[in-house]
């Protein structure tokens, strides 16, 4: 009978296959592979099972290609010898495979080049951007684009007598930095502020609201005249208001020009507006890469007018009516208390920024909003208004619900210094939240009448960042020109803005400059002498 002899098995407690290397199979070579490569590629001793275009180079190995499995083995490495040594047969596709991806690249550049021209009014049939006119086409409009970029005027005339004592250039301000700033301390707060309504956080293209004007009275009063910042002078040395710092940190994203006064008076520094500026005016479209009308309905200076004119009106609309916030002392800037008052507090902080500089800043909050502990939160409230769908390249009524990033990205990019100037003043002032309304027309030709589409609402440090307003970097520049003013002596400075290039310059002008006929008539007036004319006495009251 045949006799059955049961095979050997291994068990291998630790792990799984043989526990040795059989004697016939000791000493062969092995093809090494790495972690990434597929089972399939190891099993293919054939080289050809993965010939489809998709999957060319998804099984290569690491090592090369070729013929590396195919070869024999005699018991000696000496008889080791390669049984093909010619370069393997490459497909059609791989032969020309950075010709089709050139070809590809090229393909898609025409196409992205032709939808250009559509949207510069210059659309061209397929095949006609090649050659000459392709290169001519593309210089056009880089000189068109030079063309665009107009020549500006200073916000204030130079005169020859002015001295530059100081110019300060953007790429230079970009670098600075000045971390770890403290956490303000509170010396005064003032005025009372409305309770956000917040049903209008609801507000969709869809339910638009009309947009109401109201008569409330907003005080725009400069560093100097501020009646607060005279009785804290004794407790810091450098003094401002939150647009004027603000403006100041953020200066590297201007394009439009402006100034501030800077007087110097002991060893204190006052940082003052103009008194006839549009300082206070909001610019639109700032840094959009197609400047504005001189003239007509969407100018420059008419559409800032018509954004502080609805930035104001939305600010006091969305509030609550009839339930106020009052701080510690009453707002220092009312007269009478029958005034219709725009809902506003004051908090005047004080910041240290070492080296023995004390910044006093004159602090806003437009509204409060009661949190879910029942917490007071501070917001700042502010507007975006759409002036025409086709200058902004995107139609607010069609994207703002399903699209919103997208219309913040658009307005960050026209907007970016407003809204950097804005985030600056929330995180200034310690505000919880920042609020956006987006406020359009209800026609493009009339700019009187707006609705309001939608808001959104950001934490300042947070929108910071997303914005990429380096915090740090606004208290470097800050430093640098409080100590640049420090080493002046005492008299008035200026600091503007240049019209046309990326620099901050700084003159020496007279200290009767920009002061008003009014007082200038009062000092001659006490100049005169003591005579006791009733003539003289009058015009001194007045």
């Known amino acids: 009978m045949a006799h059955f002899r049961p095979p050997e098995i291994q068990d291998n407690p630790d792990g799984w296959g043989p526990c040795a290397v059989p004697a016939r199979f000791k000493d062969i070579p092995y093809q090494p592979f790495s972690k990434g490569d597929r089972i399939g590629k190891v099993a293919d001793w054939t080289g050809n099972a993965y010939q489809d275009r998709k999957y060319t180079n998804k099984y290569a190995s690491q090592f090369g290609a070729g013929s590396q499995y195919a070869y024999y083995h005699e018991g000696d490495e000496s008889a080791f010898q390669l049984v093909d040594t010619s370069k393997p047969h490459k497909t059609a596709y791989q032969r020309n495979k950075q010709r089709f991806n050139n070809a590809k690249l090229k393909r898609e550049r025409e196409k992205q080049q032709r939808k250009e021209a559509i949207m510069m009014g210059q659309a061209q049939t397929k095949g006609k951007m090649k050659g000459k006119f392709q290169r001519h086409w593309t210089r056009s409009r880089y000189n068109d ?88 002078a004794s407790k810091g040395n450098v003094f401002g208001t939150d647009t004027i710092i603000s403006t100041l940190m953020t200066c590297t994203r201007s394009v439009n020009p402006w100034d501030v006064i800077v007087q110097r008076v002991g060893n204190k520094l006052f940082f003052d507006k103009r008194d006839d500026s549009e300082f206070d005016l909001l610019t ?17 200076s008419n559409l800032a007018l018509e954004a502080t004119f609805i930035n104001q009106n939305f600010s006091q609309q969305c509030l609550r009516k009839g339930e ?23 908090r005047y902080r004080k910041f240290e920024l070492g ?162 006929e009014e007082e200038s008539s009062e000092e001659e007036s006490e100049d005169e002498g003591d005579g006791d004319d009733e003539a003289d006495e009058k015009k001194r009251e007045k």
């Open 145 to 232: 684009r030079q063309n665009n970029q107009k020549q500006r005027n200073a916000s204030v005339a130079v005169r020859e007598e002015w001295k530059v004592l100081e110019d300060m250039d953007f790429p230079r301000l970009a670098k600075l930095k000045l971390p770890d700033i403290q956490d303000p301390t509170d010396l005064y707060n003032a005025g009372a502020v409305d309770y956000y309504d917040k049903s209008y956080d609801r507000i969709t293209t869809r339910n638009e609201i009309p947009l109401e004007v109201n008569n409330k009275i907003f005080h725009k009063v400069t560093t100097t005249d501020d009646p607060v910042i005279r009785k804290l």
């Open 355 to 516: 080296d023995g500089i004390n910044l006093i800043v004159r602090c806003e909050h437009d509204s409060v909003l009661q949190g879910p502990s029942g917490e007071n939160l501070f917001v700042n409230i502010k507007t975006l208004n759409e002036w025409d769908s086709k200058a902004s390249g995107i139609a607010w009524r069609a994207k703002l619900d399903s699209q919103g990033g997208s219309v913040l990205a658009t307005e960050l990019k026209n907007n970016s210094c407003k809204l950097a100037k804005w985030t600056c003043s929330a995180i200034l002032a310690g505000s919880e939240y920042l609020k956006l309304g987006y406020v359009s027309r209800i026609t493009a030709v009339d700019s009187s009448k707006h609705v309001i589409l939608g808001t959104q609402q950001f934490k300042p440090k947070e929108f910071a960042d997303q914005i990429a307003l380096n915090m740090d970097n606004g208290w470097g520049i800050l430093r640098v020109i409080i100590d640049t003013c420090m080493k002046l002596p005492e008299g008035k400075y200026l600091i503007l803005r240049d019209p046309n290039k990326g620099v901050i310059l700084l003159y020496d002008i007279p200290d009767n400059t920009f002061e008003s």
């Open 284 to 300: 639109v479209n700032e840094t959009a890469w197609d400047p504005l009308a001189e003239e007509g309905l969407n100018s420059a």
């Open 324 to 346: 106020k916030l009052s701080f510690d002392h009453p707002n220092p800037f009312v007269e009478d208390e029958q005034e219709p008052v725009a809902s506003v507090a004051y």
